[in-house]
């Protein structure tokens, strides 16, 4: 049998709410419940005892998964001696106007399946354990519904023709020998603050995976890119799809909490929650091929979520704009493969770190690029936020990976602050930011770029470094050509590239983020192998060792195309929270790069068109 030993023998299923987590072996080992930052219901993923929801065959097996072309509804296949099974799984999604001409579940998973060939006893194992299997539950029959499971807050249905028993402890258990053509159903459903529905199965299960296939395929439908590796990007366009909440527009950095950076070891961070700095980067990436929408919902989320704390900027924020739960510790949980401790809530919250008004910023303007325009209430947030830069780019701050370890001045804050004036200005030179205080934005961003220049610069060392007045090399400062700060073919930005990889390069491609005290046994950070060809593309090197480069990376996604936060360069094997979201934007990022430099575009484009003349009520963003 094929059990999950590796982050990346998972898959992820969801519906713009939630996610779960399904291993080869058809068990799926996370969910929480009713949104993605819930307390979870399953999380064997990091405890043997903390509940799982599995169907599999009972026989010794080989297993098989992908997903649906343009989907993510998960199929997989088991292969026995005696037979063949085949199981999908899927969180059902439909149109606004279906959902209203039919009566859903709140939320559901729907699993269906199939015998294709033979004769194989399949089995179904529930077992599960809310609030991170702490909340007292009550799980009854229900008759000819199935099963009932009762908390003080949800009520749970499970619905299958599989026979189903409870034993004392509460695990329900169900076999069925299915043979050739045959079709098993179940279905799990939850109601906080709707009515409950229990859906029927059978011909309505088939109708709603017909739905839901056609929804994800409609969304790709609207995709544009056709580059390299297209069948990557549109991988990963599905899996930032689910990362985004879709009541709100926020965008979740991961879906999971606490896997870890290096086995065995206390980097365990939740993730579930949204981080401005990735959901600005998302969106940029979603842009980047077709998607307007999400850049849209989110620009107006950020005007919701930041309306308490303007101009300031938290550095996350749950998925409706409030402040995420104090960090706390499952003293009880194991944690994957002993990895603690394991943490829900995220103490990065009270952390400050400069570089989010950049990207905010920097997002805002893209949107700009792409047509958008900006009504009264964006432009004067904007405006504060160009202020507040002026007032604080020259302090010290925690920095993008969010040490515990204290501030300091790092370079990236820094040219982050410099683009985030360089884009308000730019957004004023051609009308768009008529009331902002222009001359203040290019003083200070003058005055950043010098500091810059003079104390980030090492000339022993010929590159950039991490922190004014250093010597030690990161991995993000490729993104000083990202910005525009640096041409990609400058010495300085030739020279920064030559370090970074001689002193974090972990071979076939991969890049450390850095290498401090606190790094030794982390994996490759993945974004950063992709900033580097990205950086290739942009100029920095030639089309080759761009698509090269480019290539070998997209090679370490797992067999359904995702990649966890970090890569162990020895094995290839995925480590960090999964599938993680900064990962994905940075190859789509980089296959666009790539794409535009081998159609003799312009790698990156950073001017802001003028303000077209007013014909009508301009679109608000809220």
């Not at 890119?225 to 991961?254: C, F, I």
């Not at 030739?494 to 991969?510: F, K, S, V």
Request: with cysteine.
């Amino acid at each position: 049998m094929e059990t999950p030993d590796s982050i990346g023998d998972y898959a992820v299923i969801g519906d713009g709410r939630s996610t779960a987590l399904v291993g080869r072996d058809g068990s799926i080992d996370w969910l929480c419940w009713p949104r993605g930052d819930s307390p979870s219901l399953f999380g064997a993923l990091l405890d043997p005892g903390a509940g799982r929801w599995r169907i599999s065959p009972t026989d010794s097996y080989r297993a098989e998964r992908h997903y649906l072309q343009d989907t993510n509804v998960l199929e997989t296949r088991f292969e026995t001696t005696a037979g063949t099974l085949v199981l999908t799984d899927l969180m059902p999604v439909a149109e606004e106007d279906e959902k209203h001409r039919f009566l859903v579940p709140e939320r559901e998973i729907l699993r269906l399946v199939r015998c294709e060939r033979g004769e194989v006893e399949l089995e179904l194992v529930f077992d599960p354990r809310p609030g991170y299997g702490l909340a007292p539950r009550r799980v009854r029959p229900a008759g000819a519904l199935g099963v009932r499971v009762e908390t003080a807050a949800t009520l749970l249905g499970l619905r299958t023709d599989l026979p189903l028993v409870i034993e004392p402890a509460g695990v329900v258990r169900g076999r069925v020998r299915l043979r050739a053509g045959d079709v098993a159903h179940a279905s799990l459903t939850i109601a906080t603050e709707e009515p409950c529905v229990w859906p029927p199965l059978g011909e309505w299960s088939r109708a709603c995976l017909d739905r839901t296939v056609a929804w994800w395929r409609r969304w790709v439908s609207q995709l544009r890119y056709d580059g390299p590796r297209r069948e990557a990007v549109v991988r990963s366009a599905l899996a930032l799809k689910l990362m985004v909440y879709a009541p709100s527009g926020a965008v979740v950095a991961a879906p999971t909490t606490s896997l870890p950076e290096r086995i065995g070891g206390s980097l365990n961070w939740d993730y579930r929650f949204c981080w401005l700095r990735d959901a600005s980067l998302t969106v940029r990436a979603l842009f980047g091929i077709g998607y307007p929408d999400e850049a849209h919902a989110f620009v107006a989320w950020l005007l919701h979520a930041t309306r308490l704390t303007q101009p300031e900027l938290r550095v996350l924020y749950d998925v409706h704009g409030n402040k995420p739960p104090a960090e706390r510790v499952l003293e009880r949980w194991a944690g994957y493969r002993e990895s603690r401790p394991v943490r829900v809530g995220n103490a990065a919250k009270e952390q400050r770190q400069l570089d989010v008004y950049g990207e905010v910023i920097d997002a805002v303007t893209h949107f700009v690029k792409e047509g958008g325009m900006l009504d009264r209430a964006t432009e004067g947030l904007l405006s504060d936020l160009g202020e507040y830069v002026c007032r604080h780019w020259n302090e010290p701050d925690e920095g993008i990976w969010e040490p515990r370890s204290g501030r300091v001045d790092h370079t990236h804050s820094r040219v982050l602050c410099w683009a985030a004036l360089d884009r308000l200005v730019q957004l004023h030179e051609q009308g768009h930011l008529n009331r902002a205080p222009a001359e203040m934005f290019r003083e200070n961003r003058e005055a950043i770029r010098r500091q810059v220049e003079e104390r980030a610069w090492n000339a022993e060392l010929g590159s950039y470094v991490s922190a004014l007045g250093g010597d030690d090399v990161d991995a993000n400062l490729l993104l000083l050509a990202w910005y525009g700060f640096e041409d990609p073919q400058s010495a300085r930005m030739c020279g920064t590239y030559r370090r970074i990889r001689e002193r974090l390069g972990a071979g076939n491609g991969l890049l450390y983020r850095y290498r401090t005290g606190e790094s030794p046994g982390e994996g490759a950070f993945g974004v950063c192998g992709f900033w580097a060809a990205e950086y290739l593309a942009m100029g920095g090197g030639t089309t080759h060792e761009a698509g090269e480069l480019f290539e070998r990376l997209c090679d370490y996604a797992n067999d359904v195309g995702l990649f966890a936060e970090e890569i162990d360069p020895p094995t290839g094997a995925a480590l960090g929270n999964f599938p993680q979201a900064f990962t994905h934007v940075g190859l789509i990022s980089a296959a666009l790069t790539l794409a535009k430099r081998l159609a003799g575009e312009a790698p990156i484009e950073r001017g802001v068109p003028p303000k077209p003349e007013q014909a009508g009520v301009q679109e608000s963003l809220v």
